[in-house]
C-alpha cells in the first residue's frame, strides 16, 4: 500500500536557523507529492505540488523538492509566523482520486 | 475567489446518535473529498466523490457515507456514534481530483460524549 513517512516529528528552531523536513515516500506510479502546512486547529493550507523527481518550487522563505523515494521541505531564515505543522501527502496512480498523508512534522521557531 | 465552506465548525453529540456534517467546495471544483483527523492516526481518507459518484473510499465502517449533489456541495453522515468518532473532520475540493490542488476548509470539529 502506499505509504508516506514523515521526520522528524518536531522540530525547535531558533528564529534564523534554517532547517530541512523530510518525506520519504512508497506509492505505485506517483501522480503527485504535495506539501500543506496546519495551523492549531484550522484545515491545512496548501503549500507546493511537485510532479516528477528533480523538480524544485519555492515560496518565500520555502523550497520543495523531489526525488524518487522522498521530498525535502527546506526553510530558510525561518520566523516565529513559520510555525506549523507541515503535512506531506501522495497520489498514486492505482488510487489517484486520494491521498495519503503522512503524520507530519511540528514545527516550532523561537524568537 | 471564496474558500471550502464546512459547516457546523462545532458539534457535540452523544454515544448512538448519528450526525450530518456539509461542505460547500471552490465554485467550479467538482471533486470533494473528505477526511478524519485525529491526534493519534493523523489524517485519514474518508471517501471523494466527483459529479455526484463515489470514486474511492477508505478504511472506514458502513457508519461513514457521503453523498454529493449537482450543485457538487457534499453532506457526510456517521451514524452510531462512537467515542472513537469524535475528531476534526476536514472537507477538501479540488478541480479533477485528489491528485491535484486540494483546498481544504477549516474542519467540523465533533465531539462524542
Known amino acids: 500500500e502506499d505509504q508516506v513517512t514523515q521526520s522528524p516529528e518536531a522540530l525547535r528552531l531558533q528564529e534564523g536557523e534554517s532547517s530541512s523536513l523530510n518525506c520519504s515516500y512508497t506509492v505505485s506510479g506517483l501522480r503527485g507529492l504535495f506539501w500543506y502546512r496546519q495551523d492549531p486547529g484550522k484545515g491545512p493550507e496548501f503549500l507546493f505540488t511537485l510532479y516528477s523527481a528533480g523538480e524544485e518550487k519555492e515560496k518565500e522563505r520555502l523550497k520543495a523538492t523531489l526525488t524518487k523515494k522522498e521530498s525535502f521541505l527546506h526553510i530558510t531564515a525561518p520566523k516565529p509566523e513559520d510555525s506549523a505543522t507541515y503535512l506531506c501527502a501522495v497520489s498514486g496512480s492505482y488510487n489517484f482520486n486520494k491521498f495519503y498523508f503522512g503524520s507530519g512534522t511540528k514545527l516550532n521557531v523561537k524568537p | 475567489k471564496a474558500g471550502v465552506t464546512q459547516t457546523p465548525r462545532y458539534l457535540i453529540k452523544t454515544r448512538g446518535q448519528q450526525v450530518t456534517l456539509s461542505c460547500s467546495p471552490i465554485?467550479?471544483?467538482?471533486?470533494v473529498s473528505w477526511y478524519q483527523q485525529t491526534p493519534g492516526q493523523g489524517l485519514q481518507f474518508l471517501f471523494e466523490y466527483f459529479s455526484e459518484t463515489q470514486r474511492n473510499k477508505g478504511n472506514f465502517p458502513g457508519r461513514f457515507s457521503g453523498r454529493q449533489f449537482s450543485n457538487s456541495r457534499s453532506e457526510m453522515n456517521v451514524s452510531t456514534l462512537e467515542l472513537g468518532d469524535s475528531a476534526l473532520y476536514l472537507c477538501?475540493?479540488?478541480?479533477?481530483?485528489?491528485?491535484?490542488?486540494?483546498?481544504f476548509g477549516q474542519g467540523t470539529r465533533l465531539t462524542v460524549v
Open positions: 477538501a475540493s479540488s478541480l479533477s481530483g485528489p491528485n491535484t490542488e486540494a483546498f
Open positions: 465554485s467550479g471544483h467538482r471533486s
